[in-house]
């Protein structure tokens, strides 16, 4: 027992699954408990049903394959964008242009919807480019970043063998880290995922898990919110988990 | 042990690399001829030692193109117009280099990469896969040629890296340190695969850099020490050829290692420190 408190310390499988398992039951008494009174800051495990239960009959499936087809299209472009340019910026002449890029994440969400919304008429594609914008900002940078942790080593190998500068980018940089590409986009995706509720309430009629919470905000529906945001937390976890696995699978020497 | 040379295979003149400011070797210079000894299938085995910092490793890089020189220029034979003595500048890709890492394409099984560096060749697919599975049998890489690098041993790792040299580069192999961190049977493995280069032409020439001076001394039919020179008492920021040691001129060169070889193990020890 003493040992679960010393630091790196190695436990079994078992003892593992019992600690995750006393941290779960801890968190749910202690919800349990503090929604019990007339007053309390988080609704109780039967609304928070209740409020699953009603969203399911609104049509909940529906609005999470509204937010994921969402993300798809809005991640597709942006990876195309980064990658363009993170592959580019082994170019010198390109360099520049992907390091800018990869700055503007720091640029507020307001200025840039302000612009958009100039440019663009339709308000669902106004949300995928918002995302594609933000998205290609953090992942240009993530993906500058594996280029760069690329050892020196392995351009020289492939220069040793002959291979031309354009055959260097596409055997180390392109197809020598595509799993480290899919890596970026699951460690990326969150941050979509976190800004699709600020997102998806630009345009309420589109629906979406964004449009629900703001909803349910509005009519101050805890239940409802706490229900979606466990239910954003699952979608978000599974993509993680799938790409994850998707890595794994098809790309033997990834250890990453 | 008599022995002749003729084609000169090596030719550095004047060699220097500079980063910037900082001048890393200077002034380098040293000729390797073709070693002929009757009966027997010779290649050049050349040795550079010295201390860590010294620009071992940016010799090997400029020696193999992978680096410009600041100054000066590498020479090697031209073997394919089949004049005697005829030079080119190396390029990158024209001798073969394999790093201490053992670097290799990461996404690549054995096999998958072997067949990369034979992508230039003009013979058949099957003929390749033939050269590839003599090679695979030859150098005991069969039970692994579909795993990546990561599941590889060091060993294992080292000796695809040098087979894809072998079929990409032609005659010339440079090998940053191929000793370090390996075991026993490794080192037996390394020096069977020198032998195996040198025995199957006469062009075929390894050079390599180690801290191991036993070794040098031991497989070496030339070696080269590596260090700062002293320049009016004191010891310059730069790296060059302090010493060389012909081991075929003193008759040491293909030689079991014994008590003369320990004579140069000593002197060369001397010159490092001294460097």
């Not at chain 1, 307001?110 to 008429?121: H, R, S």
């Not at chain 1, 599974?238 to 098809?250: E, G, P, V």
């Not at chain 2, 099984?109 to 003929?127: C, D, G, P, W, Y």
């Not at chain 2, 003599?134 to 690098?149: A, N, R, S, T």
Request: aromatic letters at 10%; glycine letters at 6%; one cysteine or more.
């Amino acid at each position: 027992m003493k040992l679960l408190f010393k630091p790196f310390e190695k436990v079994s499988k078992n003892t593992r699954l019992l600690i995750v398992l006393f941290w779960v039951v801890l968190v749910v008494t202690f919800w349990f408990i503090s929604s019990m009174g007339e007053r309390h800051l988080f609704p109780s495990p039967q609304q928070v049903f209740t409020g699953f239960s009603e969203l399911y009959n609104e049509g909940l499936v529906v609005h999470v394959a509204s937010s994921l087809f969402l993300c798809l299209k809005a991640i597709i472009i942006a990876v195309i964008i980064s990658l363009i340019f993170a592959y580019l910026s082994t170019i010198p002449v390109i360099k520049p242009l992907a390091n800018t890029l990869s700055k503007l994440r720091y640029l507020p969400l307001t200025g840039i919807t302000f612009y958009l919304t100039i440019l663009i008429n339709d308000a669902r594609t106004m949300q995928v480019w918002v995302l594609v914008v933000f998205m290609s900002t953090y992942l240009t940078t993530s993906l500058l970043s594996m280029v760069s942790a690329i050892p020196q080593e392995e351009f020289d190998h492939a220069r040793s063998l002959q291979c031309k500068r354009w055959e260097v980018l596409w055997e180390v940089v392109i197809k020598g880290r595509v799993d480290h590409v899919i890596e970026v986009i699951r460690q990326n995706l969150a941050i979509v995922w976190m800004m699709l509720v600020t997102v998806e309430s630009i345009l309420v009629a589109a629906g979406g898990l964004g449009f629900l919470i703001k909803n349910s905000d509005k009519f101050m529906n805890h239940g409802r919110i706490i229900a979606l945001q466990i239910v954003i937390l699952f979608v978000g976890l599974s993509i993680d988990f799938i790409l994850n696995y998707l890595r794994k699978t098809f790309f033997r020497y990834s250890k990453i | 042990m008599t022995y002749s040379t003729e084609n000169t295979l090596l030719y550095v003149e004047d060699l220097s690399v500079s980063y910037g400011d900082k001048t890393v070797i200077k002034d380098i210079n040293f000729v390797e001829k073709d070693v002929i000894r009757t009966g027997n299938v010779t290649g050049q085995v050349i040795a550079f030692v010295g201390r860590s910092g010294r620009g071992k490793s940016t010799l090997f890089r400029a020696l193999t193109g992978l680096v410009k020189p600041s100054s000066g220029k590498v020479l090697i034979a031209d073997t394919t117009t089949g004049i005697d003595n005829d030079a080119k500048v190396v390029n990158e890709g024209d001798i073969g280099f394999v790093d201490q890492k053992y670097t290799l394409f990461r996404n690549k099984t054995v096999s998958q990469a072997l067949m990369f560096a034979l992508r230039n060749k003009e013979i058949t697919k099957e003929e390749k896969e033939v050269k590839i599975k003599e090679y695979l049998h030859q150098w005991g890489l069969e039970k692994v040629k579909d795993q990546y690098p990561n599941e590889l041993s060091g060993g294992q790792r080292q000796r695809t890296a040098i087979i894809e040299q072998i079929f990409c580069s032609g005659h010339y192999m440079v090998l940053d340190e191929p000793f370090s961190g390996l075991d026993v049977g490794n080192i037996q493995d390394v020096k069977d695969a020198f032998n195996l280069m040198t025995a199957s032409h006469e062009f075929n020439t390894i050079i390599y850099s180690t801290h191991d001076i036993e070794l040098a001394v031991e497989l070496a039919d030339s070696i080269y020490v590596i260090g700062y020179p002293s320049i009016e008492g004191k010891l310059a920021d730069y790296g060059t050829i302090v010493k060389h040691i012909d081991m075929k001129e003193i008759g040491l060169a293909w030689k079991d290692f014994g008590l003369d070889h320990m004579e140069v193990v000593k002197q060369i020890k001397a010159a490092m420190l001294s460097s």
